[in-house]
Structures are given as C-alpha cells and as structure tokens.
C-alpha cells in the first residue's frame, strides 16, 4: 500500500545506477528528513515500491515546487 506524502521535501533524480529498478531519471520524489543519514551523503526518498529507503544523495538535487503544483498534483 502506498502511503501519503510524508512532511519533508521533493528531489529531482538524476541517476539510478545500481537502483534502476527503484529510482527513475528525471523524476520527482518525496524525501523524509533523516539528519543522521544526510550527515552520511544519505538521503531518505519514498521510492517506486511508495516506501521510503536510503539512496546516495548523489543520485538527486533539492527542488521546490510550487504551492500551486502541489495542490494540482495532490502532494
């Protein structure tokens, strides 16, 4: 079951290496703030499967969307 968008932030991934079957290039994602994984190069994404996993924060640059996309887009 795919659960809700948590409070955090949206990604934009930039490469999926070793995670193609979870990440998809050039798409937004919902982050979950995790201080500890971010002090490791981490961050804490809800990925396709709609759970919420580490991946190297390499993979992805910070976006802003905004409040008029995220009502239209139901995040």
Known sequence: MKRKTPPGGYVLCLGNRGYKASLVVRKVYSTISDPDAESRGLIRVIDESGEDYLFP????????IPIEARQRMQI
């Not at 924060?57 to 802003?64: A, D, M, P, V």
Request: without cysteine; proline residues 0%.
């Open 57 to 64: 924060g390499r993979l992805f640059t910070s976006i802003e």
